[in-house]
């Protein structure tokens, strides 16, 4: 693992989740939750797409296992994207 693969590294291009939540209010908890985690700056859902993904934009390295747990305790799953398309 590196520090790419465990961690979302602060800026503008952020991390993108995949989530098996398809309801808006599913969403917007998950949203809630992932906003309450210390370093995290903003969560855009994209509503467009199935499965459903939301990014996630940092002020600080914060710990993909951190949102997995986040999204965990909204009874739904998170599952990091690549960071750079192939």
Partial sequence: ?????????????????GTNAEEKKDLEEI?????????VKDV????EIYPREFTVH??????IKDIEDAVISAGFHAIPKNQFEL
């Fill in 1 to 17: 693992m590196s520090l790419l693969s465990e961690n979302v590294i602060p800026g503008n291009h952020g991390k993108i989740f």
């Fill in 44 to 47: 855009i859902i994209n509503l």
């Fill in 31 to 39: 949203k809630s939750k992932v906003l309450s985690i210390a370093g």
């Fill in 58 to 63: 940092t002020t600080k390295l914060v710990n």
